[in-house]
């Protein structure tokens, strides 16, 4: 009985001195339920024909027009484009940049010297936090044709006799964008496996030193194992992505000359829902992508955990 009077007192003295990560806490949750799920409401206007000067009440009265945009997406002769476009790109930067943290991670974990070990770790973060903007120019000064850092070694190294029109021919363009992603993210994404890594019991890699195991086994039988599962998981969000390109890195690396094979998606619904107000159409689109995107999520997660066992839920 006493212990349920004295209950309520101590969760109010617990709230009291948890104060602080209470704010924390329910300042995400605002700012999810004010950027996430209220604009969650305008979904809506894609199965609407909506105009911008009806305002927001507009996303309740306008005309109910069904499936009709789309349908006008795939019936447009440029679909194809942009659905191969973005397909391609984030299926060859996930067979690429996928397992390039896994193997920088493992790399990484096999150094001794710890300053030199930090020195790497930091330098590979590092770019994660320049805006595709500065990487824009950085790779302009590297490829560009007309005095670029890479055109220049190679005519003087007699290896090309004109130079490589990397930054405008299209062909080349998804080499670029997939490069460009793995330098920029590598070190980033490797830091949940150099933390799960670090978690690894370390009486396992004395008790495989002792049965004789040199490194590489060591990584085979108990790293790679040990990370199995956060593998799963990782490779499962990043399926989700299969249908979403990298906006930024379109719009600053794409230009009119290698539009063929850098025009994705995302780009085409900023585009043709902010120059050309159609937002009942670009809404249409973007929310096809969304469906997509759960879709493969939830199937990948099924097919996961009967084939390993390991799945996100």
């Excluded at 009077?5 to 704010?23: G, I, S």
């Excluded at 306008?62 to 391609?88: D, H, Q």
């Excluded at 320049?130 to 590297?142: E, H």
């Excluded at 499962?236 to 290698?258: E, F, H, P, R, Y």
Aim: proline share 3%; glycine share 8%; net charge positive.
């Amino acid at each position: 009985m006493t212990n349920m009077k004295n209950k309520p007192k101590n969760k109010a003295v617990l709230l009291k001195r948890q104060w602080a990560l209470h704010m924390i806490l329910w300042a995400g949750l605002v700012y999810l339920l004010i950027f996430a799920y209220i604009p969650m409401v305008g979904i809506i206007i894609a199965f609407k024909e909506y105009k911008l000067s009806s305002g927001v009440m507009g996303f309740f009265t306008s005309r109910w027009v069904g499936l009709k945009w789309f349908k006008e997406f795939f019936a447009s002769p440029l679909s194809g484009m942009y659905i191969r476009n973005t397909i391609v790109l984030s299926a060859l930067k996930l067979l690429v940049c996928f397992p390039v943290p896994i193997l920088f991670a493992l790399m990484l974990n096999e150094v001794r010297s710890g300053k030199f070990k930090k020195l790497v770790q930091t330098a590979s973060y590092l770019p994660h936090f320049i805006s595709w903007i500065i990487v824009s120019g950085l790779c302009f000064n590297m490829f560009s044709s007309v005095n670029g850092v890479v055109n220049e070694l190679l005519l003087k190294g007699g290896l090309i006799d004109t130079p490589l029109s990397i930054l405008y021919d299209g062909k080349q363009y998804w080499g670029l964008a997939v490069g460009t992603e793995m330098w920029k993210e590598m070190g980033w994404n490797a830091i949940i496996y150099i933390a799960a890594i670090s978690g690894i019991d370390s009486t396992l890699y004395e008790a495989a030193e002792i049965d004789g195991a040199s490194r590489l086994q060591r990584i085979r039988y108990v790293t790679l194992p040990s990370l199995k599962d956060i593998i799963v998981i990782m490779f499962i969000l990043s399926l989700g992505g299969l249908v979403n390109g990298n906006l930024d890195q379109a719009m600053m690396l794409g230009n009119t000359i290698n539009r063929d094979y850098s025009e994705i998606i995302n780009s085409y619904v900023l585009k043709i829902g902010m120059a050309n107000f159609r937002f009942d159409y670009a809404a249409a689109v973007g929310l096809m992508q969304s469906l997509i995107s759960v879709a493969l999520v939830f199937s990948t997660n099924a097919l996961s955990r009967k084939a390993t066992g390991a799945a996100i839920y």
